[in-house]
């Protein structure tokens, strides 16, 4: 079975040297009009062709449904560019070698990557707690300052040892109270992509839910960091 984020951009990229053609060889004009009529029949005929694995079969349903519902303010290019931009800026593998092509492996995560999205945060005056167990609903009180707090039993499991190159295997909660944005950008520079399970409501009082899957390979559209917005 194919992996999301592998699917994904290779769909993506698809879609987008697709439109590229048909505008190059005049059959489709070069307005935001008929870019969004060319992905929309694109996703369509995707569907219908099954074309793609089934992890992304969610992935552009929804899609057809917001190019029939929105129209051009469905913004399917910047969409498809938004994915393929961030894709393109973690970390790739191929023969043991990293990449940035899209169409490669996503590299592992290492624990040192967490270890320094801990770091910038903590620069940045976030409350950073990461030594307590998280297995029940807790308030955790930040007199205002910017919050992540992760379970220390679960992020010790998601990794296969202790060590700085120790890899991730299981995925990770982060439970957040701050600006969401700003922890998506810094995650980011180190490689790190968040998959939002809830903005708000968790099993941390007042913190959303993000999760961290290893190889970034989560079951959906990740978290865009702002500058690809």
């Not at 992760?150 to 109270?177: E, H, I, N, W, Y």
Request: charged share 20%; aromatic share 8%; proline share 3%.
């Amino acid at each position: 079975m194919a992996v999301y984020i592998e699917e994904l951009s290779k769909l993506v990229s698809d879609g987008l040297n697709e439109l590229a053609e048909a505008i190059r060889s005049g059959k489709t004009p070069n307005n935001p009009v008929s870019e969004t009529h060319f992905l929309s029949a694109w996703v369509t005929k995707a569907i219908k062709q099954q074309r793609y694995d089934h992890s992304v079969a969610t992935t552009l349903v929804s899609w057809q449904k917001q190019a029939r519902s929105q129209g051009t303010k469905a913004q399917m290019k910047q969409q498809f560019q938004q994915i393929q931009a961030t894709y393109a800026g973690v970390p790739r593998q191929k023969g043991g070698e990293a990449e940035q092509a899209v169409e490669e492996k996503a590299a592992d995560i290492t624990r040192s990557q967490l270890t320094g999205l801990y770091a910038s945060l903590t620069e940045k005056d976030w409350l950073v707690t990461t030594e307590y167990e998280v297995n029940r609903k807790v308030t955790h009180h930040t007199d205002g300052q910017a919050s992540l707090v992760v379970c220390a039993t679960q992020s010790k499991l998601a990794f296969d040892g202790d060590t700085a190159d120790s890899l991730m295997v299981k995925p990770l909660s982060l439970f957040v109270r701050g600006d969401v944005r700003e922890l998506v950008e810094v995650a980011y520079q180190h490689g790190l992509l968040l998959f939002k399970v809830t903005d708000y409501k968790s099993i941390v009082k007042y913190h959303g839910e993000y999760i961290l899957y290893p190889r970034n390979a989560g079951p959906s559209i990740p978290e865009i960091p702002v500058q690809h917005q």
